[in-house]
């Protein structure tokens, strides 16, 4: 892999079945402007990768690659994902159905009966901490209840990748770290792989386990970094992971420097 490595180890070994994900030479253009050119990188299974980069680099562009909404025009995507789950930055719930039922909605185009989606509902809500507002409607929820019901919603689906494009993005930094609390306990247990996107350290060193570095006009992997605390560890007045972040802020200005951002 044409990366750099800042933290811990490279592996460049072989795809094996730990691998969800491989990714090969990936690229895009828009109306002949490339905007993702020779992207590698592979997902391990319970993984979190990142890709944190400056606004308008290509980090939706690649998620929305990895979930098939959008076509490459060149580069191979190996995947070993039964089923994905895609979380947006707003939370884009149906306004006259509960939370419970918003969730119990999105499992329509699954082979459940009533009794194990609401099952499901219920005990994604439980993950994310919410029970007790299963009957509310979204206008009945603040902004990061709502935000966790969506979280909710993808979990219900019970996918082996989980694709979140600045999933907290729109609420303030108190709600971001509980919720990233939440994420690094719940969310992402039980083995499930995940790709995140954000131009927030802080959340990247939080959450993820590999950090993708990635330039601009076309966004290519600059570097990998390896988050070396384990997830449920990880905390915002950890030292190092201040240190890891700032580093990372400061490689963000350089970026946005070179290209004039
Ligand atoms: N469907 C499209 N048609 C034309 N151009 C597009 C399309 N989608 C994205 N682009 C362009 O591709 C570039 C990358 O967009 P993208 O949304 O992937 O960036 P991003 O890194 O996710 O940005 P941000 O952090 O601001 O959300 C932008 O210049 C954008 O205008």
């Known amino acids: 892999m044409p990366t750099a490595l800042k933290n811990g180890r490279q592996t460049d070994s072989p795809a ?3 691998h969800v994900l491989e990714v090969e030479g990936l690229g895009k253009s828009f109306a002949g402007k490339p905007v993702l050119e020779g992207i590698d990188f592979r997902l391990m299974q319970g993984k979190v990768g990142c890709f944190l980069g400056p606004s308008g680099c290509g980090k939706s562009t690649l998620l929305r690659i990895v979930a098939g909404l959008e076509k490459p025009d060149g580069g191979r995507i190996l995947s070993r994902i039964r089923r994905h789950a895609f979380i947006f930055q707003e939370p884009r719930l ?3 159905l509960s939370a419970e039922d918003n969730i119990v909605f999105a499992l329509r185009g699954q082979n459940l009966s009533e009794a194990e989606r609401r099952r499901r509902a219920r005990e994604a809500l439980r993950t994310v901490r ?4 299963r009957a509310q409607f979204p206008f009945e929820l603040s902004g990061g209840q709502r935000q966790r019901v969506a979280i909710a919603r993808a979990l219900a689906t019970e996918p082996d990748l989980l694709l979140m494009d600045e999933p907290l993005a729109s609420l303030d930094f ?3 770290l509980a919720l990233l609390e939440e994420m690094a306990t719940g969310v992402f247990a039980d083995g499930r792989s995940a790709l995140y996107v954000t131009h927030d350290t802080r959340e990247a060193v939080l959450v993820c386990d590999d950090i993708y570095l990635l330039g601009y006009g076309p966004a290519r992997i600059l570097a990998r970094y390896e988050v070396p605390v384990p997830r449920e560890k990880r905390s915002a007045e950890d030292p190092f992971l201040y240190a890891m972040s700032n580093e990372l802020t400061r490689e963000l200005k350089a970026i946005a420097e070179r290209y004039g951002l």
């Open 16 to 18: 094996t079945p730990a």
């Open 94 to 96: 149906l306004p006259w």
């Open 130 to 133: 919410l029970e007790a507002f």
């Open 174 to 176: 108190p709600l971001r």
